[in-house]
């Protein structure tokens, strides 16, 4: 092959330069390749005669690609030494990668220019096992903006070629050899679902159980003794649907119990629907509907003979018995512990969560009635109070959007029960990700600890 060796190449006349033919095919090599334009030579590479700058035409100059001409080249600068740890990339230059040694991180220069470009390439093959991440910072990627999950790329003996093209879409990947191009990063956001609460039986009836209790907040427990649930991955642009519960009806007769709270749920693509069940409805005593019902926390039965309502595994414990002396219903179950744990007819006690920024107990389980009269017996967390006889006590409701079951109902008119308290769901997440996109006027705290907070106490929905 021939070699053409020089510093400068000027035109005779005129200021263009024309370099070669049509159909001609250059290779340019080189560090610094200066100019507006390439025209290709016959026959032979470009190289810097001293140094490793090949400037082409006088300052201007301008030097073109002729019709039907091929450039090969373009100005990457491939540095020697393999990448194994954590850098800073430069834009110019291409990186031989080799994540053999265990899955690390790119940063992308945080002032790129217009046609900025960087290559990396697969050195060992072993990017399908210790995956290599692009850290984009404040700049987009694809058109995407950052986020908490970062541009991977995960197949073995990719090379990948990114370009920057100006702040509307970023960084584009020109190429990467399973065109697996990074779209849409997820958005990491925590929740706490909880659903209505079931209401408390009619005529010494049993407490309401609380409504589901589902928690993925740091590592704080969910219902029924159950561990901290994985955080949300949301799909920026994609409308993500909340529905908040109601309470159950208290048993406004003799022959039907309390009802079960209605359930509540985070839904939409891309992840897996959350759901939690509704609180199960207190038994009553009148007829033979004395069982407390299943639900996210069971409720309590009318009678000791009769069995207590189950939670759902994960939300929330069992409710309690009735019992004997003195005659009484069993306390609905709560998030935090069974119905009558505290004593007979005692609702359990809900969860605290520190999601808001503020420690807050919801998912009490509702008080059963007890013969003698009476008050309290709520459990914690907007439990409602269950009723006495005699003397008369008539009970309360379960407190709205803790998902508190209701009290039981007294054996003195007008004897009905009391309606469980409905359901809250609240999701948290990094202030920079919070879109403002939201339906149904949920509360917006922002600023909790550099997370925002949006509290839905109805239902809505929220756009990532």
Do not use: H
């Amino acid at each position: 092959m021939s070699e053409v060796k020089v510093n400068k190449i000027s035109p005779r006349s005129g200021t263009a330069l024309t370099v070669g033919d049509g159909g001609d095919t250059v290779t340019v090599t080189g560090n610094d390749i200066r100019s507006d334009a390439y025209k290709a030579s016959d026959g032979g590479n470009l190289v810097s005669q001293s140094g490793t700058t090949i400037t082409l035409g006088a300052s201007g100059d301008t030097v073109e690609i002729a019709s039907g001409a091929t450039l090969v080249g373009g100005g990457i600068d491939w540095q020697s030494a393999v990448k194994t740890a954590n850098f800073t990339a430069v834009a110019g230059e291409g990186y031989f990668i080799n994540t053999s040694g265990g899955a690390f991180e790119v940063d992308l220069p945080t002032s790129p220019s217009v046609g900025d470009q960087i290559i990396f390439t697969d050195f060992s093959r072993t990017f399908g096992t210790n995956a290599l991440t692009l850290d984009q910072g404040s700049i987009k990627f694809q058109g995407q903006v950052a986020s908490t999950k970062k541009p991977e790329y995960n197949t073995s003996g990719q090379t990948i070629q990114i370009v920057y093209s100006g702040s509307t879409q970023g960084w584009i990947p020109t190429s990467d050899d399973d065109v697996a191009f990074v779209t849409n990063p997820t958005i990491a956001v925590d929740f706490l679902c909880i659903a209505g609460g079931g209401g408390g039986g009619f005529d010494k009836g049993g407490g309401g159980g609380a409504g589901g209790y589902r928690n993925s907040f740091g590592s704080e427990a969910s219902g029924g003794g159950g561990s901290s649930e994985a955080t949300l991955e949301l799909t920026p642009g994609t409308q993500y649907t909340i529905t908040v519960g109601g309470g159950g009806a208290g048993g406004a007769n003799g022959t039907v119990k309390g009802s079960n709270g209605v359930n509540s749920a985070i839904t939409g693509s891309g992840i897996t629907t959350i759901t939690s069940d509704g609180g199960g409805g207190g038994g009553t005593g009148a007829n033979s509907n004395e069982l407390g019902a299943d639900g996210g926390s069971g409720g309590g039965s009318s009678t000791n003979t009769s069995p207590a309502g189950v939670g759902t595994t994960n939300q929330g414990f069992n409710g309690g018995n009735g019992g004997t002396s003195p005659t009484s219903s069993g306390g609905g179950g709560g998030a935090g512990e069974a119905g009558n744990t505290d004593g007979q007819a005692y609702g359990g006690d809900g969860l605290s969560s520190l999601i808001t920024g503020s420690a807050v107990t919801r998912g009490g389980g509702g008080g059963g009635n007890v013969d003698g009269g009476g008050s309290g017996r709520q459990g914690d967390g907007g439990g409602g109070q269950g009723a006495g006889t005699s003397p008369a006590d008539q009970g309360s409701a379960g407190t709205a959007n803790t998902g508190g079951g209701g009290g039981g109902g007294t054996g003195n008119a007008p004897q009905v029960g009391l309606a469980g308290g409905s359901g809250v769901v609240i999701l948290s997440m990094a202030d920079a990700d919070y879109t403002g996109t939201t339906t149904g006027s949920p509360t917006v705290a922002t600023g909790v600890s550099g997370k925002t907070v949006l509290t839905f106490n109805a239902s809505g929905s929220y756009t990532a």
